[in-house]
């Protein structure tokens, strides 16, 4: 059994900053690729930013130069700092991670936060 869990979300004035985390639990024998999607109202989940085990980031063109992940595997934890934020950004914001789990044997699988509310306010 793994859990996501996130924090950091609420609401800020444009032009200002949130920073979101994630903490991983339970039965983990590694943590690949861990990452950030959100969902605004009325729209499909979209990436936002990944970063591997290794610590190489891809962003979405919407968020490049205002976003910032990172992750301390020794918490198992995946940070995403958000600078500069808009209106547009308000969303549901989801913690991703493809995690390799032990228990009764190895399986690799995607996992999911219950998601943190950001909004942003013109």
């Known amino acids: 059994q793994v859990q996501l869990v996130e924090s950091g979300g609420g609401l800020v004035q444009a032009g200002g900053s949130l920073s979101l985390s994630c903490v991983a639990s339970?039965?983990?024998?590694?943590?690949?690729?861990m990452g950030w999607y959100r969902q605004a109202p009325g729209k499909q989940r979209e990436f936002v930013a990944v970063?591997?085990?290794?610590?190489?980031?891809s962003y979405a063109d919407s968020v490049l130069g205002r976003f910032t992940i990172s992750r301390d595997n020794a918490k198992n934890t995946v940070y995403l700092q958000m600078n500069s934020l808009k209106p547009e950004d308000t969303a549901v914001y989801y913690c991703?991670?493809?995690?390799?789990?032990?228990?009764?044997?190895?399986?690799?699988?995607?996992?999911w936060g219950q998601g943190t509310q950001v909004t942003v306010s013109s």
């Open positions: 991703n991670a493809q995690i390799t789990t032990s228990h009764l044997g190895f399986r690799v699988s995607d996992y």
């Open positions: 339970g039965s983990i024998f590694r943590i690949n690729a």
């Open positions: 970063i591997t085990t290794g610590g190489g980031t």
